[in-house]
């Protein structure tokens, strides 16, 4: 599954966790909304439908989901170390 499907195409490179990450869009008919996965190493915006949308609300949901699961995942390693007063 490390090759490209014919249907993904390369919208640009952007910043991902400090390193430069291809971004590609794929057209998937089953998708009832637009979702960004990280797929593969890269990241992915998956569309119900060809066309204009907007990729910059789609990024910012999917860094703020990535956020959140890299923070816990940081407490949970550093929890033990912290100490009670």
Known sequence: ???????QHI????KYLGDDVVLYSKIDP????????WLNG???????EPGE??????LKKFYSKECRKLVNDKI??????????
């Open 76 to 85: 949970k390693i550093y929890q033990p170390l912290f100490k009670e007063k």
């Open 11 to 14: 919208i640009g490179k952007i």
């Open 42 to 48: 890269q990241i992915t915006c998956i569309s119900p």
């Open 53 to 58: 949308y907007d990729l910059t609300k789609a």
């Open 1 to 7: 599954m490390n090759a490209i499907n014919e249907e």
């Open 30 to 37: 089953t998708q009832k909304k637009i979702n960004v996965k």
